[in-house]
T-cell receptor, first 115, second 113 residues
Framework: AQTVTQSQPEMSVQEAETVTLSCTYD???????LFWYKQPPSRQMILVIR??????QNATENRFSVNFQKAAKSFSLKISDSQLGDTAMYFC????????????FGQGTRLTINP | DVKVTQSSRYLVKRTGEKVFLECVQD?????MFWYRQDPGLGLRLIYF???????EKGDIPEGYSVSREKKERFSLILESASTNQTSMYLC????????????FGNGTRLTVT
């Protein structure tokens, strides 16, 4: 079974700083998908970024980028020029491309951006 | 835009009550999921369904059942609510296909007293 681990329960940075959230996973699959979701205080889960394992190029979405290290099974999220609106819980998730398409989530990291 | 609607944002029930949590999606997604969210544990999968009347157990199905009579609706049932089922419950839907994102409802915070 796949597992996803987020080792940082909480992080706090100043506005405009860069912050990196870590995520590691365990799988025997060679192809899969990885996601970062954001959950602000409104509770609505929002997709931040996704990565396909067979793509070597790291995904980017505006201020959000990932560092995908397949051999190390690591998938960290970097937020550049952090904003107050980035304050949220962040969840890393794994999904197999075939079979039951269910997501396995990590424990979450609570990120606070301070003014 | 996909909309996943959970019928209640907050719910308070007594121990032993039968509880229904309803979820409806409007984009004809084949797959629907119920997750439970607890601090320090992240989201854990309770049950999922990949088609009408089809269901599969997730990682923590004990004490729960589900119903999917129509494609757009996926219900989570607590047959006899217990205090350890106090939690945030999140419904999600997913279109079958590579790299499709999961779409979530706003969650139901259930308190069992």
């Amino acid at each position: 079974a796949q597992t996803v681990t987020q080792s940082q329960p909480e992080m706090s940075v100043q506005e405009a700083e860069t912050v990196t959230l870590s995520c590691t996973y365990d799988t025997s699959e060679s192809n899969y998908y990885l996601f970062w979701y954001k959950q602000p205080p409104s509770r609505q889960m929002i997709l931040v970024i996704r990565q396909e394992a067979y793509k070597q190029q790291n995904a980017t979405e505006n201020r959000f980028s990932v560092n995908f290290q397949k051999a190390a099974k690591s998938f960290s999220l970097k937020i550049s020029d952090s904003q107050l609106g980035d304050t949220a819980m962040y969840f890393c998730a794994f999904m197999k491309p075939q079979g039951a398409q269910k997501l396995v989530f990590g424990q979450g990291t609570r990120l606070t951006i301070n003014p | 835009d996909v909309k996943v609607t959970q019928s209640s944002r907050y719910l308070v029930k007594r121990t032993g009550e039968k509880v229904f949590l309803e979820c409806v999606q409007d984009m004809d997604h084949e797959n629907m999921f119920w997750y439970r969210q607890d601090p320090g544990l992240g989201l854990r999968l309770i049950y999922f369904s990949y088609d009408v009347k089809m269901k599969e157990k997730g990682d923590i199905p004990e004490g729960y059942s589900v119903s999917r009579e129509k494609k757009e609706r996926f219900s989570l049932i607590l047959e006899s609510a217990s205090t350890n089922q106090t939690s945030m419950y999140l419904c999600a839907s997913l279109r079958t296909g590579n790299n499709s994102p999961l779409h979530f409802g706003n969650g139901t915070r259930l308190t069992v007293t």
